[in-house]
């Protein structure tokens, strides 16, 4: 208590120093007097009686100088002077500190900018109450390792869990519902879920009210909470709108409850309609998504546990379903997904970065001190310790540091923002991705520790130094001594290696994009739009009224100006198969104990392959003769073909396939078309079988969901616009939702290896900056040292082309020795990036070769420069200049 | 004997306030006059060393200064005693009076052997 009084004191005393210099000058010069005073009283001499008392008292100074040492805070006042000296001697030298500060500012703004992302995704709690007790729940069986839940899962667990305070489903729907009466018809991103849902994630809207349970029961009121965005865009912000309907889908749905703005959970989701569920009659399908928030005190174990239970009376409850346990995971793990490798590996790459900058700084710092070697000679003779001296040097060092930091800090927030438009769709959590407390301190310890590590390097070497040899020999020499060059060699050599690191990964990423860009999709792109149609089931019920809308609509489109062709699918390529399915060739038996295999299959128009330009391989494509109900045709590609009828021609051939097809239907083979991908550009080709959409196994229920693609030269833009006003001429509810061209598909499919090429592309063209300077630096530093010694080689008759080859050869060896070492770390940690590459192996020749020559031939044409001034060297100037 | 001890510091300290308490408000020279006089000469007091003492415990809050008027009609910084420093002169003191008296016990004479 008293200590902390003192403390702020004293603290308070470096404000008003120079009253309190008086008053002690004061004190001292009143006590003399009243000592003379009584010295002449007992008889002293005036001049005797003055030396008394001075004598008794110690000394003015002295007892000035400890009065000011218990006064303020020494330790804090010498910090003070340390940082004004620095101030001035940075201000000096402009040249250097502008290098240093920009150094640094580049090595921790990308630092900072990646760490937001690791921390915004990673790092930072989910947004919601007591966000460690969210886990969300799987079934892990035979069939599947991390499988959704179907109905009768959900339910019984809903309704006998004990582990849980709540716990609710999510239905998945990647593509929202129709939203009518508002305007135009549009397509707005939703999720339907139980009335749990908010009180799992512990959120209460800020307007209205969450679900009610009777609303979640089948026959309940339609409720639907809605963002605060929507809530502003379509219901004009009016607090009134809580408590009116809208129709969505074609149902009207009360709008129950506003969300707070900051709400968010997933990608963009503007309505949460409320999810009832049937009892059900079977298990599959397993299409829920469950969330639950643990109660206070339970572990993941125990609930998984409790909730394999449950799942166990539902397999004994539906004998034929796969006797599953239950999984229970954090909701976090679920949300960042597999990002967090490929961001950790990002955060090393940037990490080397950062170091190759700090060892660029400590070679400018070595430089700069080794010019100031006789200054510290000075300084030590005066009687500065080697600790104060270390301290002075620390001091400069830290001041650039934090230079560098807050420029960085500057650099990092337009880095996280070039980032997170890079990132669409790439990153989760993308809403929590900011600069914050967490990130500023991280900025503010790694400017700290690059400070203290590239201040230590010439601290510890200059002052270490005995005076009186420096103050002889006069800084240049000494400076130029061979520990100095060894010291500023192996920074060079280190730069080196860690630039050929992160250079062979940005080759490999950059490779692996390029790869997949190549990738043949198997089909042609140019030209061709996409757009997403949903049709409501309740005006869409049967198949003759589904067809009749894909016909007329599609005949439409045909005639239009421009179109070439137009077809619907199911799923799209490169990357969205929407549905697998089991299937069984004729006379083949299954293999005991293993499931059927499960492949893609796509509901499609009879014009898709023309569309699209999948080749014909045998047999034949789809035509309307196939409509008839009793007939049930197939195209495979040749994948499926080569795997499953090797030795056989699959035309004619008859399988059945699976789950949905409960009468058990033959479906003939007819065709074998060309491979598409469906699984994105980086998958093996997979089998895939084609079916009719009007095949009357699956029209009306699978088709009502379907992808349009037309082929035309127009702008995508005319052909938006003729398929809209075709759609809205037969139904004027619908709306046409993810319209995209088939080229935006392409590219937006490599989306992440684009951005981890991208990011990691800058890390490795900022590492070869900064290893270009550092021994361009290097180099220079050393020529401008021996210039001496070149004169009089070039004196005693040396080549000028000797000079150039020497000192060529000289930095070429620090780079070649760095590039070496950089080849063993790189093979080392290449295997890191495995996962994250196609079509290049980790450990690629080819892209180390070109890394190398690249590092090798930045390194000679930095060398050159410096090289060439030492040709010029005038040995008459040279031999004076000493 | 011959040679004069030196103070200090926390013992200086206490030798303030017990000044300050017996005599009242009092200038840096006359506390030092006073603790050399109090110790019959056997201390030898550094006047300089009194001062940073009087500041810290100025800092510390247990006493404080003023400037006045001394009995020569001379400007000087007085000293007195505040309310914290009269508890801590008695803390300290009745301390002090405690390790001296349990020094005292292991240096008396003749008691160990026993």
Partial sequence: ?882 | MGERADVWQGTLALMVLKTLQALGPLHGYGIARRIEQTSGDLLAVNYGTLYPALLKLEQEGYISSEWGTSDNNRKAKYYKLTRAGRKQLDKEAREWEQTTEILARFLAPGKESA
């Fill in chain 1, 1 to 882: 208590m008293r200590q902390a009084r003192s403390w702020v004191l004293r603290l308070g005393e470096l404000f008003r120093k120079e009253r309190r210099e008086k008053d002690l000058a004061a004190e001292i010069e009143s006590h003399l007097q009243m000592h003379i005073e009584d010295n002449l009283r007992t008889g002293m001499s005036p001049e005797i009686a003055r030396r008394e008392a001075l004598t008794k008292l110690g000394g003015i100074e002295q007892t000035k100088e400890n009065y000011r040492d218990r006064r303020g805070l020494p330790q804090l006042e010498t910090i003070l002077q340390d940082l004004r000296y620095a101030g001035r001697m940075l201000g000096k030298s402009p040249g250097f500190t502008t290098a240093a500060v920009l150094t640094l500012a580049l090595g921790i703004g990308a630092n900072t900018a990646i760490f937001s992302v690791v921390n915004g995704v990673m790092l930072k709690p989910l947004p919601y109450r007591q966000p460690e007790r969210l886990v969300s729940l799987f079934l892990h069986g035979r069939e599947t390792d991390r499988g959704v839940m179907g109905a009768a899962d959900f339910m019984a667990l809903d309704e006998r869990q004990g582990a849980f305070e709540h716990v609710a489903a999510i239905s998945p729907s990647t593509i929202g519902l129709t939203l009518t009466g508002l305007g135009s018809p549009q397509m707005i991103p939703g999720t339907s879920v139980t009335s749990d849902f908010f009180s799992v994630l512990g959120v209460q809207p800020v307007l209205g009210r969450a679900f009610r349970p009777q609303e979640g029961k089948p026959g309940g009121s339609l409720s639907v909470v809605v963002s605060h965005h929507f809530w502003e865009q379509f219901l004009r912000a009016d607090p009134a709108a809580v408590g009116s309907s809208i129709k969505l889908d074609g149902k009207s749905y009360s709008v129950i409850g506003v969300l707070p703005l900051d709400f968010h959970f997933g990608p963009h989701n503007e309505l949460w309609p409320i999810l009832q569920l049937q009892p059900a009659k079977q298990r599959p399908p397993y299409w829920l998504l469950t969330v639950g928030r643990l109660k206070p005190g339970i572990s993941e174990t125990q609930a998984a546990a409790d909730a394999s239970l449950i799942a166990k009376q539902v397999h004994q409850q539906f004998p034929l379903s796969d006797d599953s346990s239950i999984i229970v995971v954090p909701l976090k793990d679920l949300m960042v997904g597999d990002t967090g490798e490929a961001l950790l590996i990002l955060l090393a790459a940037v990490g080397f970065v950062l170091l190759i900058a700090v060892v660029n700084v400590a070679n400018l710092h070595l430089s700069r001190s080794g010019s100031r070697i006789h200054e510290f000679a000075i300084r030590s003779a005066l009687g500065a310790g080697r600790r104060r001296l270390i301290c002075q040097l620390l001091t400069e060092s830290l001041v650039l540091a934090v230079l560098g930091g807050l420029l960085g800090l500057a650099l990092a927030y337009g880095g996280v923002r070039t980032i997170l438009a890079l990132s669409q769709d790439v990153l989760p959590r993308m809403e929590e991705i900011t600069v914050d407390g967490r990130v500023l301190s991280f900025t503010a310890t790694i400017a700290i520790v690059t400070g203290i590590v590239f201040g230590l390097v010439p601290a510890v070497r200059f002052s270490g130094l005995p005076a009186g040899r420096s103050l002889k020999e006069r800084s240049r020499t000494a400076a130029s001594g061979r520990s100095a060059s060894r010291l500023h060699g192996a920074l060079v050599v280190a730069e080196f290696s860690l630039a050929l690191v992160v250079l062979t990964g940005a080759g490999l990423l950059i490779r692996t994009l390029s790869q997949l860009q190549s990738v043949n999709p198997g089909f042609n792109s140019s030209h061709v739009v996409t757009a997403l149609l949903t049709l409501p089931r309740e005006r869409y019920a049967n198949a003759p009224q589904v067809t009749s809308f894909y016909q007329q609509l599609l005949g439409r489109v045909k005639n239009s100006p421009g179109v070439e062709a137009a077809s619907i699918t199911m799923s799209l390529p490169p990357n969205l198969l929407e549905l697998t399915n089991p299937f069984h060739a004729e006379g083949k038996p299954d293999t005991p104990g293993q499931p059927a295999p499960a492949i893609g299959e796509i509901p499609v128009g009879t014009d898709y392959f023309a569309t699209l330009g999948i080749p014909l391989f045998r047999g034949r494509l789809f035509s309307d003769q196939d409509r008839s109900p009793a007939t049930h045709v197939l195209v495979i590609n040749e994948n499926m073909a080569r795997q499953y009828f090797p030795d056989q021609d699959p035309l004619g051939t008859r399988v059945q396939t699976g789950e949905y097809n409960p009468k058990g239907e033959w479906y003939t083979i007819v065709g074998v078309v060309g491979n598409v991908k469906y699984q994105g550009l980086g998958e093996k080709d997979q089998p895939t079988m084609y079916v009719p959409y009007f095949d009357s196994g699956w029209c009306p229920w699978f088709v009502r969901e379907m992808y349009v693609v037309v082929r035309s030269a127009s702008a995508p833009e005319k052909v938006v616009s003729v398929l809209q006003s075709a759609a809205l001429s037969l139904d004027n509810q619908l709306a046409i939702a993810h319209v995209r061209t088939m080229d935006q598909l392409l590219y937006e499919s490599v989306a992440g290896s684009r951005f981890r090429a991208v990011l990691f592309g800058v890390f490795a063209a900022l590492a070869l900056v900064l290893a270009m300077i550092g021994i361009y630096g290097v180099m220079a530093y050393s020529v401008s040292q021996r210039t001496h010694e070149i004169g009089i080689r070039i004196a005693l008759g040396a080549h000028r082309t000797n000079i150039l080859q020497t000192i060529l050869r000289e930095g070429a060896s620090l780079a070649l020795l760095g590039v070496a070492i950089g080849f063993v770390v790189a093979l080392a940690l290449s295997r890191t990036l495995a996962g994250l590459l196609f079509g290049v192996q980790a450990t690629d020749a080819m892209t180390l070769a070109l890394v190398a020559a690249l590092l090798l031939g930045v390194a000679l044409a930095a060398c050159y420069l410096p090289a060439r001034r030492a040709t010029r060297v005038d040995p008459m100037v040279a031999l004076r200049y000493e």
